[in-house]
Every structure is written in structure tokens, then in C-alpha cells.
């Protein structure tokens, strides 16, 4: 149940549920709530729906929330959905990893695009690491 709202909410995955209670306990947070609109892509030829797990609304702004441990083999196609459709409405989409208990962060879109299907975050993290090394020895 949110702090926030008093709603329930369902939640799918062990990391946002502590998200959601990480984000109960911001107080830069108005309140949050699952998306109710779906996002609308289409993969191997047919038109799908796509639900980011959260819409976070603050002050000034609001972020809709992806929270991913592992790529499956839609998700670049539904990430780039994603990005142009709030990218549309003026709303910033992000992906973010829990690295480990109540550290989120957020996950660079352009590096997503350059990794490959069933990349863990892990090794994700570790490419990016790799990569940006890389880039300051240059």
C-alpha cells in the first residue's frame, strides 16, 4: 500500500517493490502509480502494448520508471517505443538497475541501444565501466 496515495498497489518483481517504498519515503515525491496508458510497439510484425512499471510525479516533473535485472529480447524494441512515445508528451523515460539494496540508478539510454540481447545489468555496468575507462585514457 503507498504512503503516498493509501492505494494498493501490485507490484511484480521484489525490486520495485522496494522502489515503491523507496519512493513513499522521498519527499520529493508527490506520489506514484503504475502507468494506466500502454505504450504501443510492434514486434515481429504485430502491434503490442507495453506497461513501464512506474510514473513518478514530483514538483516540477514526470518520470516514468522501467526497473530491468536482464534484457529480454523485446526490450530494445520497447524501450525505443518508449523513449519516442514520452519523449512526445514532454516525460522522461528512464531505465534503472538496482545495484544493490536501496541503490538505484539510472541506466545511460544510449548504452542500452549498443548492448546486446540477454546482457545482464551487470555486465552492463561492467561495459560501461570499460568504456568510459577507455575514453578517459584516450
Sequence with gaps: KSLKTGESVHFDSSWEEERMKQLDQDPDVIFWTRPRSPVSYILRNKTKKYFPDLEIHYADKVVVEEIKAIFTDDFLVK????????????????????????????????????????????????????????????
Design 79 to 138: 524501450h525505443a517505443a518508449a523513449i519516442t512515445h514520452f519523449d512526445s508528451l514532454g516525460v522522461h523515460f528512464r531505465v534503472i538497475f538496482r545495484r544493490q539494496p536501496g541503490d538505484f540508478v539510472e541506466v545511460d539510454k544510449n548504452m542500452i541501444q549498443s548492448l546486446t540481447l540477454g546482457a545482464s545489468f551487470d555486465e552492463i555496468f561492467g561495459f560501461y565501466r570499460s568504456k568510459k575507462r577507455k575514453s578517459s585514457d584516450d
